[in-house]
């Protein structure tokens, strides 16, 4: 088990329907705590460098499209195993396919509107968080409740961005 900082965004249709803070609590209540967080409008820019592996891809431009169709929230979520754990509870791409349980799953029907992006490893998180944050927005805190999360009753190691 290793802390990891992944980067979460919740997309401008997970914002335009009001999910934000259903979002927000079902990570808070799994034991994963924020290490910010900001409301954005992203540019074309910032779609690109996010998108660059799928540019060429036939959904490219649908994708830019909608990513800056309205503002999202850029996160970056903090606990151990944070990018596998939040990648499980975001589920499957398309919304007709997320097991129930899982955000997509219970709120998303769509491919390309599909609430929530996760990244899927630490080399992406780190990647993405870049595009959207600085180094110092990212908060390194003691989190409180970490010990009665884990089964390790001690905080140990550091808990950097
Ligand atoms: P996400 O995993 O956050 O980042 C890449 C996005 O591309 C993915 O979510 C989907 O929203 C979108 N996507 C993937 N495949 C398709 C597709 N075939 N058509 C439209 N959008 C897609």
New binding site residues.
Partial sequence: MELETTFV?I?PDGLQRRLLGEIISRFERKGLYLAAMKLIQVSDDQAAQH?AV?EG???YT??VN?ITAGPVVAMQWRGNDAIHLVRTMVGS??GRDAAPGTIRGDFGI?????L???S?SPESASAEAAIYFAPEDCLDYTPTLHPWHYDVKERTGEYPC
């Fill in positions: 965004m997309k998108y799928h891809k036939p959904f649908q994708l909608f791409t398309h769509s491919q390309s509107d599909n929530i992006h996760a899927d």
